[in-house]
């Protein structure tokens, strides 16, 4: 059973569209003690940094998804703003306090690109990835500049590179939305499920 | 780089869709399910559904469209047509639309974009221009084309973007249906004047006309009859773009 964080802020129905595709069962929690300990559990997120880093607040979900991540040998998958929340801040939102998992701040893409990111383009693992590269389909108008130590990263160009996905033991997080990025994504969400390996 | 898209657009009336698809293996050719799963596999790097029914009764018939063609689809989903407010953008994106495109209610109500963008994200909130060349400016149409704005689709392209649009898709009314081409000069001066992407649409007949479209600044290219009508799948255009130097999503 895969656990989506419904934080009531992002829009998830192809999210489950896509596991259901899969052949997986999911559930929608807001239960701190299902989110610690679930095997698989999807921080999802598009929409304002703010909003989701309040809305984990009110509910009351901030150490369990930390927890998680830090401690925990379960898969989690941070998917888009998902991915971003992992960080400390954001320019988007400035007062609003990110997760802090990793100690970076997510910046606006810089002059000269369209904003947001709006459609498809090729994702590289630099490292030993838990899958090839690819082309995802990426909505989004901040990003992750460098990729964070002890992490595995893979990249992507828009105005000169930035991170587009980032592996740790069992937790993948991607910019891009592999419930969007057609075969490809669903290889890649597929991985996720049955256990990274790199 | 980001890939050059490739947009087919369904139009749905009473949940089949219109506007002569020729497909042949198709069993059911005015099935949009089945038909967004066909130019999925072709290659298609997103759809459009845009909703041309008129009455309260068949837009609930949509959001049951929209919900089978999302739970088949692993590609990004814009709905149009008929959106009026707020809620009725909700619903759509709760039935499974990845990006809302409003028209008509956005020149009315222009706090409509603020208030989409604000509430489900600049990335969903697509402003739909209809337009044609009246004299030295291109003037927006709205109700299907039907009623003249006193808006320049140049300025009102700007505005949208002021007032958190993530996306434009622009339609020259001149050009629709006519298979003469995308029409270049509004698209130029759209695109020089915001810095959203922007989706070209009205007039394809050809790879060459698509081709344009990007030169001269476009995104991604909508198009319907060209592949309707089975002249082309969505991956032959795809190869014959690449050969001509266009980047595009070349595995699916």
Known sequence: ?198 | MLKSRIIPCLDVNEGRVVKGVKFQNLRDAGDPVELSIHYQDQGADELVLLDVTATRQERIAMLETIERVRHKLSIPLTVGGGIGSLQDAGRLLNAGADKVSINSAAVRNPELIEAMSTRFGAQCTVVAIDAKKQGEIFQVLTRSGTNAEAIDAVAWAARAESLGAGEILLTSFDRDGTRSGYDLPMLSAVTDACSLPVIASGGADSVAHMVEAFQHGAHAVLAASIFHDANMTVGEVKQKLSAAGIQVRNDW
Not at chain 1, 12 to 40: K, M, Y
Not at chain 1, 105 to 129: C, H, M, S, Y
Request: a negative charge; glycine letters at 10%.
């Open chain 1, 1 to 198: 059973m895969i656990q989506i964080i419904n934080t009531g802020v992002a829009n998830i129905r192809s999210l489950q569209a896509a596991f259901d595709r899969l052949g997986c069962t999911w559930n929608l929690t807001v239960n701190a003690e299902e989110i610690t300990t679930a095997s698989h559990v999807v921080l999802p997120g598009v929409g304002a940094f703010a909003a989701a880093a309040e809305a984990i607040d009110e509910l009351g979900l901030r150490e369990a998804i930390i927890d998680r991540i830090n401690h925990r040998e379960s898969a989690t998958l941070c998917i888009c703003l998902g991915m971003q929340l992992l960080c400390e801040s954001s320019e988007e939102s400035q007062s609003a306090k990110g997760l802090g998992i990793i100690p970076k701040a997510i910046t606006r893409f810089g002059e000269g690109v369209k904003i947001p990111q709006l459609g498809w383009n090729e994702v590289r693992p630099l490292d030993n990835g838990p899958y090839a590269r690819g082309e995802a389909y990426f909505a989004n108008s901040y990003r992750l500049e460098t990729a964070p130590d002890g992490w595995g990263a893979a990249e992507t160009d828009y105005g000169g590179t930035f991170i587009s996905s980032i592996w740790r033991g069992r937790t993948l997080a991607c910019q891009f939305h592999p419930e969007l990025s057609g075969s490809w994504g669903e290889s890649v969400l597929t991985q996720w499920i049955e256990g990274i390996t790199c």
